[in-house]
């Protein structure tokens, strides 16, 4: 168990919708990073926050938008989904420059 | 730029034999270094890293990864392959200077351990 948590585990929607994935870090980490990865594909880098703030942004699409709050829990809203868009959706945290990364087990996104 | 390489979409090793999975990277500053292995439908997991010192590193499940800075490589190695070592490994980098922690990725590396 890597301390990162990850919801839904699997979604299912149709083309058009807006879905929102939630990712909880590893106590006290302050960054979180989000990533898509499609079938056999390497990770996509969308967003980075650190402590509330963006930090950097990847290949992400203006459909997709991201917010950490306070708690430092984030979110990363799907919207106007299309069939491309289906993909794992991983959310990683981390404590510090020269710290280890850790992995939730990822939302698995199926649009149909 | 900051980019990582990892040159092998695929290696193919037979059980028992050594195996390496290279990587290579460029980044402005010094690098930190990191390698995680991605099983089937799991997220990944941390297999080791290189912050400083000493230059050969040991992690996880008998892997290990060597530092070369005149190379700028990072390759990940195993004296003795497994069947279960069989997984997309990735190499990821992350510069000592940037204050934003941003880590970059190569492509990834399936490796496949035939009995």
């Known amino acids: 168990d890597s301390g990162v948590t990850q919801t839904p585990k699997h979604l299912i929607t149709a083309t058009g919708q807006r879905v929102t994935l939630r990712c909880s870090p590893r106590s006290g980490d302050l960054s979180v990073y989000w990533y898509q990865q499609s079938l056999d594909q390497g990770l996509q880098f969308l967003i980075q926050y650190y402590n509330g703030e963006e930090r950097a942004k990847g290949n992400i699409l203006e459909r997709f938008s991201a917010q950490q709050f306070p708690d430092l829990h984030s979110e990363l809203n799907l919207s106007s989904l299309e069939l491309g868009d289906s993909a794992l959706y991983f959310c990683?945290?981390?404590?510090?420059?020269?710290?280890?990364?850790?992995f939730g087990q990822g939302t698995r996104l199926t649009v149909v | 730029a900051q980019s990582v390489a990892q040159p092998e979409d695929q290696v193919n090793v037979a059980e028992g034999n050594p195996l390496t999975v290279k990587c290579t990277y460029s980044?402005?500053?010094?690098?930190?270094l990191f390698w995680y292995v991605q099983y089937p439908n799991r997220g990944l997991q941390f297999l080791l890293k290189y912050i400083t010192g000493d230059n050969l590193v040991k992690g996880s499940y008998g892997f290990e990864a060597e530092f070369n800075k005149s190379q700028t490589s990072f390759h990940l190695k195993k004296p003795s392959a497994l069947v279960s070592d069989s997984a997309l490994y990735f190499c990821?980098?992350?510069?000592?200077?940037?204050?934003?922690?941003?880590?970059?990725w190569g492509a990834g590396t399936k490796l496949i351990i035939k009995p």
């Open positions: 980044v402005s500053g010094n690098p930190y």
């Open positions: 990683a945290s981390s404590s510090g420059s020269n710290t280890e990364a850790f």
């Open positions: 990821a980098v992350r510069d000592i200077e940037d204050s934003n922690y941003q880590l970059i």
